[in-house]
């Protein structure tokens, strides 16, 4: 059974860095499309950025050039490295496995001053 684990949230400063880490337990992780999304109290959850089994990438408009995913085999593991990250950033953040209903359980980021 998969099961995927976040690490790496936490307080932030605006204008400051995190990198989060999902932890894949599995055998197909290589073959698997992961995601980062985040939810804001209040509000739906929303795309952060895909990452493909062959390396292609995708974002949502309000990260491009700020936010990148990366994903290491070796270690079954996807990034998401946040650059000059604003209040707005501020949610839980979820990895999930595309076209699955696995889902992790959540890092909390939250950028203040």
């Known amino acids: 059974q998969v099961e995927l684990v976040e690490s790496g949230g936490g307080l932030v400063q605006p204008g400051g860095s995190l990198r989060l880490s999902c932890t894949y337990s599995?055998?197909?992780?290589?073959?698997?499309?992961i995601g980062w999304y985040r939810q804001a109290p209040g509000k739906q959850r929303d795309m952060v950025a895909v990452?493909?089994?062959?390396?292609?990438?995708d974002y949502g408009d309000s990260v491009k050039g700020r936010f990148t995913i990366s994903r290491d085999n070796a270690k079954n593991t996807v990034y998401l490295q946040m650059n000059s990250l604003k209040p707005e950033d501020t949610a839980v953040y979820y990895c999930?496995?595309?076209?699955?209903?696995?889902w992790g359980q959540g890092t909390q980021v939250t950028v203040s001053s």
């Open positions: 599995g055998s197909t992780f290589s073959t698997s499309a």
């Open positions: 999930y496995l595309l076209g699955s209903n696995v």
């Open positions: 990452i493909l089994r062959g390396g292609s990438t």
